[in-house]
């Protein structure tokens, strides 16, 4: 390919990075939105006119909502080509004959255009199919505002903490603005922004686009700024390597920080000591202190929520009194509650890429030094799971606990006007929910939840090395889901509107769970068969799989009962897919030995 | 004949549509040096992985102390001491901690050495990896590749980032100690006069393939360089029989060939020629000689 200008080639290079985040994002866009719209569609009562339309009204809400979500996320795969630090991440431009300006303003408004493309194309689809008018240009506007905002604080500081609280800052005053523009009038007996009045209230004023103007000049000037210092002295910009090596005293990044928390000396008694230790200091601990500061904050949130209340409420009475006759509240109690789902969801998050395969401009691998160390591929697996898991469970049970601990704490008003239930009321829920359950079936909740971890870390583990060692097949794989998706969407979209042929959608979906079980039951069996045939597994590693296995279905099986769930009379496909999930932690024993053989054997 | 130690038989690897390996064969005894020379891109590399396990043979096998590194890497990885391109090391642990890290893979770990080398290298053990210099991680990878006193050590571009002292002298001696106590080392370099310096034998790789591959004396042995002067000028380059390349004009070409003198001789002489001067070819010129007939085998192609 011959690019015949550095411009080319630098926009060449940007849509290279990042065509497969922009593919997903679109896809993502188009069909969560569409299966939202068909799912509304396939639960409204179709006797009830009006309830019909409200629940319509509030899928079309909801799909707007899912188009928009993939844009607050950023660009990571731009990230990724400096190992998801912040900093600018072409700076390999830097040796170019290329002002700073070009460098930077080229990709940042590629970038900008995409975000905006991607929601116009999906919006326009959706308006197609759905005949809501789902807004185009001012919502494709605030995202541009929005993408650039988050371009500039990660590429213009290497200080996570400035970028985070311009992130933060940035997408609270999104918020704000866009709670009170569209809950201004309040609608009763349904949601305040309704799809019939959207061309009103997303028609906005000039003087917005004048200041998304602005705040785009103002996010490249100060980016083309800071940019051009990192281009001057910049250590990043020295290293091809692209390591940040700062001295001592300098930032090193948070994971890293956490990394040189526990100076525990390594045994080197035996290799898997020695391995637990290295995979428990850069994997694990990290982030268990996460979960352990996020379980602190939300305690000490709850310390403080009562006066800030307080103080809050009588802030908002004193500007406003006749708000003591609404039983005004404040959100300030919410707020733990909020963080720690919020916490929750991060360590869930962080749960991933047990395996440590590493990015590097758009490389991923696992490092030689680890892979060339003598130890076997399925029991390094196996390790590198349970160290992680955990430590995720550790994490995930600190900050369950802090929010136990709390709950009793909080203020009682806003629960209540909220959501009809006592913070406390949880709590004695939670205990006689236990309580009712019999030792046996108290020892398999926990056996449950544990190995249902094991499995959330061991699907993202093998997920990671199955995107690295066949990275377009999975996209592909991935693709053709999503698209199967669509077309349900579609086809229970067009059910609906009546259009064309009556769809069985039923046995579709009926198809689909027998396909999914039996592709489960055939992938293990393939992959024990090859784990075998690759001298991967070990008699031993079969039996404990098979254990942990039995043991989880026991254990899965007595919960449903303790649920109420009878197998007994139930159709064969509902029954099928109620036990699909036994097999799990069989797959995951044989796919994640199998999946990291695959990245460290090339 | 020492124990056979590496035994690559007929390995080709692809990446995508492109070859890295074709056909390629080799094999390492007990107490050698064997040095892998080539060009960028021409395979080193790529073989090497291949006896860590790194690489998986698209064809072809590959047996390291009789074991498929893929398949038994404990068995494999146990005995072998590896040195990488990169020196990918973990960033955020500190000297001393590699070095108990890789100890506890390796029941044959000679703490005195190790103590004897971090002094050598002048490292500190207190510092981060992320901390060292190019240089220094090199020396870094260096001692954690040789202190378990591994049977078979595998460098990969040792010198690289090493500067001149450090390369010759304890780089030389490290691999030196490491043969003489009847261990074996296979390092690949494109620094043609380490390889002449170091090695008992040569491998020559060229786009993937082994193009020659001898004891470094047999090899030397086998090729000479001649300055030749015909009677009348030639354009294009004389045919000569055994010639692998020539350089000059006119009257005068210099020729490195393989095959007897006398040989090359007659064939001097029919073209109405003489020979000036004959001496044995460095590996330099055997290099370039193989390396622009297959280039030129290429463009034919």
């Known amino acids: 390919m011959k690019l015949r200008s550095p411009i080319v080639a630098m926009l060449w290079e940007t849509w290279r990075v990042t065509r497969v985040e922009a593919a997903w994002k679109l896809a993502c866009g188009i069909v969560g939105g569409l299966v939202v719209l068909a799912l509304h569609a396939t639960f409204a009562p179709a006797d009830n006119a009006k309830r019909y339309e409200d629940i319509m009204d509030m899928g079309a809400a909801m799909a707007m909502t899912v188009l928009v979500l993939p844009h607050l996320i950023g660009w990571p795969s731009m990230a990724k080509l400096i190992g998801g630090r912040p900093g600018f991440?072409?700076?390999?431009?830097?040796?170019?004959?290329?002002?700073?300006?070009?460098?930077?303003?080229?990709?940042?408004?590629?970038?900008?255009?995409?975000?905006?493309?991607?929601?116009?194309?999906?919006?326009?689809?959706?308006?197609?199919?759905?005949?809501?008018?789902?807004?185009?240009?001012?919502?494709?506007?605030?995202?541009?505002?929005?993408?650039?905002?988050?371009?500039?604080?990660?590429?213009?500081?290497?200080?996570?903490?400035?970028?985070?609280?311009?992130?933060?800052?940035?997408?609270?005053?999104?918020?704000?603005?866009?709670?009170?523009?569209?809950?201004?009038?309040?609608?009763?007996?349904?949601?305040?922004?309704?799809?019939?009045?959207?061309?009103?209230?997303?028609?906005?004023?000039?003087?917005?686009?004048?200041?998304?103007?602005?705040?785009?000049?103002?996010?490249?000037?100060?980016?083309?700024?800071?940019?051009?210092?990192?281009?001057?002295?910049?250590?990043?910009?020295?290293?091809?390597?692209?390591?940040?090596?700062?001295?001592?005293?300098?930032?090193?990044?948070?994971?890293?920080?956490?990394?040189?928390?526990?100076?525990?000396?390594?045994?080197?008694?035996?290799?898997?000591?020695?391995?637990?230790?290295?995979?428990?200091?850069?994997?694990?601990?990290?982030?268990?202190?996460?979960?352990?500061?996020?379980?602190?904050?939300?305690?000490?949130?709850?310390?403080?929520?009562?006066?800030?209340?307080?103080?809050?409420?009588?802030?908002?009475?004193?500007?406003?009194?006749?708000?003591?006759?609404?039983?005004?509240?404040?959100?300030?109690?919410?707020?733990?509650?909020?963080?720690?789902?919020?916490?929750?969801?991060?360590?869930?998050?962080?749960?991933?890429?047990?395996?440590?395969?590493?990015?590097?401009?758009?490389?991923?691998?696992?490092?030689?030094?680890?892979?060339?160390?003598?130890?076997?591929?399925?029991?390094?697996?196996?390790?590198?799971?349970?160290?992680?898991?955990?430590?995720?469970?550790?994490?995930?049970?600190?900050?369950?606990?802090?929010?136990?601990?709390?709950?009793?704490?909080?203020?009682?008003?806003?629960?209540?006007?909220?959501?009809?239930?006592?913070?406390?009321?949880?709590?004695?829920?939670?205990?006689?929910?236990?309580?009712?359950?019999?030792?046996?079936?108290?020892?398999?909740?926990?056996?449950?939840?544990?190995?249902?971890?094991?499995?959330?870390?061991?699907?993202?583990?093998?997920?990671?090395?199955?995107?690295?060692?066949?990275?377009?097949?999975?996209?592909?794989?991935?693709?053709?889901?999503?698209?199967?998706?669509?077309?349900?969407?579609?086809?229970?979209?067009?059910?609906?509107?009546?259009?064309?042929?009556?769809?069985p959608l039923g046995a579709i979906f009926r198809a689909t769970s027998w396909v999914a079980a039996s592709a489960i039951v055939l992938a293990t069996g393939y992959l024990l068969w090859r784990g075998f045939a690759e001298q991967l597994l070990t008699l031993g590693h079969a039996c404990g799989a098979v254990l942990v296995s039995a043991a989880f279905g026991a254990a899965w099986l007595t919960m449903l009962r303790a649920a109420g769930v009878s197998l007994a009379g139930m159709p064969t496909t509902n029954y099928v897919w109620m036990l699909s999930p036994a097999l799990l932690p069989l797959m995951a024993s044989v796919l994640s030995p199998w999946s990291l053989s695959r990245v460290r054997h090339t | 004949m020492g124990q056979t130690v590496v035994d690559v038989n007929d390995l080709s690897r692809s990446f995508g549509g492109k070859t890295a390996l074709e056909s390629v064969s080799f094999r390492a005894t007990a107490g050698q040096i064997y040095g892998l020379v080539g060009a960028n891109g021409a395979g080193k590399t790529t073989l090497l992985k291949h006896l860590l396990g790194l690489l998986r043979a698209t064809s072809g096998a590959v047996r390291v102390f009789g074991l498929d590194p893929v398949r038994d890497p404990v068995g494999v990885l146990s005995r072998v001491g590896y040195l990488s391109e990169e020196r990918e090391l973990p960033e955020w642990m500190r000297i001393d901690e590699l070095l108990r890290y890789t100890q506890a893979f390796h029941p044959t770990w000679d703490a005195s050495y190790a103590g004897e080398l971090l002094e050598t290298f002048a490292l500190d053990p207190a510092k981060k990896v992320k901390e060292l210099s190019k240089g220094m991680r090199a020396q870094a990878g260096l001692l954690v590749a040789v202190a378990h006193r591994p049977e078979l050590l595998i460098l990969d571009e040792p010198s690289s980032g090493l500067d001149a002292v450090v390369r010759r002298d304890i780089l030389d001696a490290i691999v030196r100690t490491v043969a003489d106590d009847g261990r074996t080392v296979i390092f690949s370099s494109h620094l043609l006069d380490e390889v002449e310096r170091m090695s008992d034998h040569v491998t020559l790789m060229h786009q993937g393939r082994v193009t020659l591959s001898g004891p470094l004396d047999e090899v030397r042995r086998g090729y000479q360089r001649s300055r030749v002067r015909f009677a009348e000028p030639f354009e294009q380059p004389p045919v000569l029989d055994a010639a692998l390349a020539m350089e000059g004009g006119g009257r005068a070409w210099s020729v490195v060939h393989t095959g007897s003198l006398e040989r090359f001789h007659h064939s001097v002489l029919a073209l109405g020629g003489v020979v000036v001067e004959s001496r044995d070819a460095t590996l330099e010129e055997i290099f370039l000689a193989h390396a622009g007939r297959s280039r030129q085998q290429v463009e034919a192609a």
């Open chain 1, 89 to 503: 991440p072409l700076y390999l431009h830097y040796t170019r004959a290329v002002r700073t300006a070009v460098i930077v303003g080229l990709p940042m408004a590629y970038l900008t255009a995409v975000s905006s493309a991607i929601y116009l194309g999906s919006a326009l689809l959706l308006r197609v199919t759905s005949g809501y008018a789902f807004p185009l240009l001012p919502v494709a506007a605030w995202i541009a505002a929005l993408t650039v905002i988050g371009v500039a604080a990660t590429w213009s500081t290497r200080n996570r903490s400035i970028q985070v609280v311009t992130m933060v800052y940035a997408t609270a005053i999104a918020w704000f603005i866009s709670v009170e523009r569209l809950t201004a009038v309040e609608i009763p007996d349904t949601f305040d922004w309704p799809p019939r009045l959207w061309s009103t209230l997303f028609d906005w004023p000039l003087t917005d686009y004048a200041w998304i103007a602005l705040i785009g000049l103002a996010s490249f000037g100060v980016t083309a700024a800071m940019v051009a210092r990192q281009r001057r002295g910049d250590e990043l910009a020295a290293s091809a390597l692209a390591v940040v090596t700062r001295t001592p005293g300098g930032w090193v990044g948070l994971w890293d920080c956490l990394v040189g928390l526990f100076p525990l000396p390594c045994p080197t008694l035996s290799a898997t000591r020695a391995q637990v230790w290295l995979d428990l200091k850069s994997n694990g601990f990290p982030v268990l202190t996460i979960g352990v500061t996020l379980a602190i904050v939300i305690r000490l949130m709850t310390a403080v929520s009562g006066p800030l209340d307080a103080a809050f409420l009588e802030a908002t009475i004193r500007a406003d009194p006749s708000c003591l006759n609404r039983d005004c509240i404040t959100l300030v109690p919410i707020v733990p509650v909020l963080l720690a789902v919020l916490s929750l969801l991060i360590v869930l998050a962080l749960a991933g890429n047990a395996f440590r395969i590493r990015r590097r401009q758009g490389r991923t691998y696992v490092s030689a030094f680890e892979a060339t160390q003598a130890y076997s591929t399925a029991q390094l697996a196996v390790l590198k799971l349970l160290v992680k898991s955990a430590c995720v469970l550790a994490a995930l049970i600190t900050i369950g606990a802090s929010l136990w601990i709390s709950l009793p704490l909080l203020g009682e008003a806003a629960f209540i006007q909220l959501w009809n239930v006592r913070p406390d009321s949880l709590r004695s829920v939670i205990k006689d929910a236990v309580a009712a359950l019999t030792g046996y079936e108290q020892l398999a909740l926990v056996v449950v939840l544990a190995v249902g971890v094991v499995i959330w870390v061991a699907a993202f583990a093998v997920l990671g090395a199955l995107r690295t060692r066949y990275s377009r097949r999975v996209n592909i794989a991935a693709l053709l889901l999503l698209l199967y998706g669509l077309v349900l969407g579609l086809l229970a979209l067009a059910g609906q509107r009546g259009i064309g042929p009556e769809i």
